[in-house]
């Protein structure tokens, strides 16, 4: 299987449904709203959490056209998400071009990801009713209780690898759990595998976090599309760091809290912080727990046997080592 053909195929039939999405709402949204969606739902980005949600119902033996309109309301979710979150993080760009704050305003970034939140409600409770708008609401929920808990934590540089999976499981996790678990719901899945279709979005969720705050510190800008460092300049305690500070030495211990607790500049500072990640085993830490998440991703889908089922199986075995692999 060629995973980055499958999906790409499968990205372009997504945008297609959310095209035809956007143009039946046609004279309904404001010319202003409309052309910020544009520019931010068809920017880029590989759809990976809709693509879940198709899979995971393709397993649950559920295959059709309104699939891919259910699957499109994670997308919308997840893209105001990161409207909302470049307005708190003052970003100045995603995926390669000026974000949506930048462009239009941090009103017009926050209307529109209100718009795209309200409408990817309004389509999970017409696919699949009150059972899956209540798994919706929850991890929509879970999202914004994870970003308070990194509000409330954001002087707290003695943090716990607990504390941080808390923030992963509301910012990150969740919402991809949703979309396998939804998936499997539409398809007509039993409990049993529902729970196992969820377990592997949470997990490969949580590794999907891992990865990118890696690549925060080590990422390629050219590849990447945002530049790094983003996560020391607002005094997050990611993984990497969370692990090197445990195993440092006092004095070198001492110097990174000083470097975090002061406001040191941290473009000047990034390049000895990286060092002293490396040194200590962060990056190194990081991707070894992100290994052994995905192994337990995987360890339930056991229950998907049968020969219909090999594609899909295999799609979700590809996409835990792309997980992994990936550079952007």
């Known amino acids: 299987m060629d995973l980055k053909e499958l999906i790409a195929s499968e990205a372009a039939a997504i945008n297609r449904v959310m095209r035809e999405d956007m143009n039946a709402l046609g004279a309904a949204l404001d010319p202003l709203l409309a052309e910020i969606l544009e520019y931010g739902l068809f920017s880029g980005g590989k759809r990976i959490r809709p693509l879940l949600a198709i899979v995971s119902s393709r397993l649950s033996g559920r295959d059709d056209r309104d699939l891919y309109r259910l699957a499109s309301a994670f997308e919308y979710l997840h893209v105001a998400t990161l409207f909302h979150d470049d307005v708190i993080d003052r970003a100045e760009s995603r995926r390669g071009q000026q974000s949506v704050n930048r462009r239009y305003g941090t009103v017009g970034a926050i209307l529109a990801g209100d718009f795209l939140h309200a409408h990817s409600m309004g389509m999970v409770g017409r696919y699949t009713g009150t059972r899956g708008l209540d798994i919706f609401t929850a991890a929509t929920r879970g999202m914004v209780d994870g970003e308070f808990v990194q509000l409330r934590n954001s002087d707290n540089f003695n943090q716990s690898e607990e504390d941080y999976f808390t923030v992963v499981m509301g910012k990150t996790a969740l919402l991809i759990g949703a979309a396998c678990e939804i998936g ?94 490396n040194t200590y085993g962060g990056f190194s830490g990081a991707r070894k727990q992100a290994e052994t998440i995905v192994e337990q991703a995987l360890e339930p889908l056991y229950l998907f046997h049968g020969e219909e089922n090999q594609k899909s199986l295999e799609f979700l075995r590809e996409l835990s080592v792309y997980v992994l692999k990936r550079d952007t």
């Open 184 to 277: 499997a719901l539409f398809g007509g899945a039993d409990q049993q595998k529902k729970s196992a279709l969820k377990s592997y979005g949470i997990h490969l969720g949580c590794a999907f976090q891992i990865v990118d705050d890696l690549l925060d510190y080590i990422g390629d800008e050219s590849v990447t599309g945002k530049g790094v460092g983003n996560d020391l300049r607002e005094g997050k305690m990611t993984l990497p760091l969370i692990i090197a500070l445990k195993k440092a030495h006092t004095a070198e211990r001492n110097r990174l809290l000083g470097i975090l607790k002061q406001g040191i500049d941290s473009a000047a500072c990034f390049p000895e912080v990286v060092e002293f990640i």
